[in-house]
């Protein structure tokens, strides 16, 4: 992972890189000059003959030290520069590719098992990403000064060094098998954090704020996020004694080396195995090295812990990139006059029904086709196969008979306009809201030719920047629309789009009557020129299509014109019965 990490950050800024490797050797070398002219000043300081005699001599030694201990300073301040520029990018980047994994991924992969808990894990990575730059520059620093100070003192007693590294070497152990227990508690709890960060959202989010009050939400809610909260910390505390002995042994253990160590330097001195300047010397070594160590350690141990959270971003990286869309480079054509769709099967991963079994149809241009059934019956299922959102396990939907497992999604999406039962409200200005996902116009006609289409000229007008406010009542500046406004500027998104082929998917069930006859009246007008798909429940609104089909469990069980159906007495006629028996 960190060699990954270097190769990133060498991506994103190579003069960053190179100025922060440049800074750590020379902290490094300030370090070692810093070092080895104590050792002389000390030499000459506690030598033989008068103080100013033995000052005098010290002073070039701490002159150089000085310099040096100076240098260090500049050095460091300059790393420090170089990781501000480094690390910004290196956790953009890492973000954005997280997001367009995600995006990029088959729409079936969000349904598989642990996708989400994978995706939140991945997330964590991406944060503990600046945590690895840091940790590994940390590391380095330590590792130039501990080669330094491990020259020195080696030269002191070459029984000092592996001492030192008994003294420290408990202590990386230890962080190492906690870190360990930290994530492995981590992953036990990213299920549950992930329900109870999308639960927070939901329930703090202003739009939801009046269902949660009126209907007295606010005291289960509050309990249930406390249940989730006490669930998550009871796995920690559960952790806390495993980490506590972890702790206490390898304390232990490196408090008897580093005794072992200094009683060594005792005995050294007092044998006159080593002179007292060498023995005073021998302490500042000692103590520069066993914090150089020590650094070594904490900072390595630390970026194993980071290592492993940064894992789990690449393992997840990894699987989206095999689970985007893998089908082919067929294009399809700007005009399309036909559908086609032979027996085709979808599976929900999980399920045990089929949710589309063996369905065939054909769609061509010009032709207003409503699909119609029960809830779950398999109508929003069908569209996304149509659009090529989902795949078919068996059979094959043809678009003038290019078959889209072979055909580039993004050719395929080109060419849909789809307005989904629960879309987005973009926190973008009104303009981008209808023309998103479209190459950027400096032109606001069509623009004003899609709010028009859908009977917001007067609500966008009445906005405190028309076209530019932004949509998003919580941000400096914003305005809010009611439920149907938003649906209503989610049809003339789809309609600027000017694809040839159209779908609603429930597209006026919050609308008022003057706004679903003016939506229907424009799917009626723009008809001739494209495909258009009305998934409803609104059975009235499909008097307008020419061809209804009727599902249920997955299976097209009935077609036809609106009063041949509503004679038929299948279901069709059940569900209109029904509809005005109210």
């Not at 922060?20 to 070398?29: D, E, I, R, V």
């Not at 980071?306 to 700007?334: C, H, N, V």
């Not at 959102?389 to 993004?410: E, M, N, S």
């Amino acid at each position: 992972m960190l060699g990954h990490t270097a190769r990133m950050a060498w991506a994103v800024d190579k003069p960053g890189v190179v100025l922060l490797l440049a800074c750590q050797l020379l902290t490094g070398a300030a370090a070692a000059i810093v070092l080895t002219f104590t050792a002389q000043a000390m030499t000459h300081i506690l030598g033989t003959g008068t103080v100013s005699e033995r000052l005098h001599a010290a002073l070039p030694a701490l002159i150089v030290v000085t310099a040096a201990a100076g240098l260090g300073r500049i050095s460091g301040a300059l790393s420090s520069y170089a990781d501000g520029r480094i690390t910004p990018l290196l956790m953009t980047e890492a973000d954005v590719a997280l997001v367009s994994a995600v995006c990029r991924v088959e729409a079936s992969a969000y349904g598989e098992d642990g996708f989400a808990d994978r995706h939140e894990a991945a997330e964590v990575g991406v944060t503990r990403t600046r945590m690895m730059v840091q940790d590994a520059q940390r590391l380095m620093a330590a590792l130039v000064r501990m080669i330094a100070a491990s020259g020195v003192i080696t030269a002191l007693h070459w029984l000092m060094l592996p001492l030192l590294l008994l003294a420290v070497l408990p202590a990386g152990v230890g962080a190492v098998l906690s870190a360990r227990v930290d994530y492995e508690t981590h992953y036990l709890n990213v299920g549950d954090r992930n329900v109870r960060s999308m639960m927070r959202w939901w329930a703090t989010y202003s739009r939801y704020g009046d269902e949660v009050r009126a209907n007295g939400m606010t005291g289960y809610l509050i309990y249930w996020y406390r249940a989730l909260s006490d669930r998550i910390d009871q796995r920690v505390l559960t952790a806390a004694p495993r980490m506590l002995r972890i702790a206490l042994a390898t304390s232990a253990l490196g408090g008897f080396f580093l005794l072992c160590t200094w009683s060594t330097l005792a005995w050294l001195a007092t044998t006159g195995r080593v002179a007292l300047p060498v023995a005073a010397t021998a302490v500042v070594a000692v103590q520069t090295t066993l914090a150089a160590l020590s650094q070594f350690v904490i900072h390595g141990a630390a970026m194993f812990h980071t290592s492993l959270y940064l894992a789990d971003m690449r393992s997840f990286l990894d699987m989206a990139g095999e689970r985007a869309p893998q089908r082919g480079e067929l294009t399809i054509p700007e005009r399309v006059d036909e559908i086609r769709l032979d027996e085709v099967v979808y599976q929900y991963p999980g399920k045990e029904e089929p949710a589309v079994d063996g369905v065939s149809l054909t769609l061509r241009r010009g032709e207003i086709l409503a699909i119609v059934g029960e809830n779950g019956s398999g109508k929003s299922t069908l569209a996304k196969l149509i659009t090529g959102i989902l795949l078919a396990d068996k059979g094959r939907v043809l678009w003038d008979g290019t078959d889209l497992a072979q055909a580039d999604p993004d050719a395929v999406w080109k060419r849909t306009a789809l307005v989904p039962q629960n879309f987005a409200c973009w926190p973008l200005r009104a303009r981008e809201n209808i023309t998103l996902g479209q190459p950027k116009t400096f032109d606001d006609e069509p623009v004003w030719q899609a709010v028009d289409a859908v009977g917001m000229r007067e609500a966008v007008e009445k906005l405190p920047r028309q076209l530019d406010t932004l949509l998003a009542r919580e941000l400096f500046g914003g305005a809010e629309l009611s439920g149907g406004q938003w649906q209503r500027l989610v049809c003339g998104r789809a309609l600027y789009r000017r694809t040839p082929l159209l779908i609603l998917d429930e597209p006026t069930s919050q609308m008022d009557p003057r706004g679903e006859h003016q939506i229907f009246l424009e799917i009626k007008r723009i008809a001739a020129e494209r495909m258009t798909i009305v998934v409803t429940h609104q059975l009235e609104n499909t008097r307008l299509a020419d061809r209804i089909l009727v599902m249920r469990e997955g299976r097209v069980i009935e077609q036809g014109g609106y009063e041949e159906l509503a004679e038929a007495g299948g279901l069709f006629a059940e569900l209109v019965a029904l509809a005005k028996d109210r």
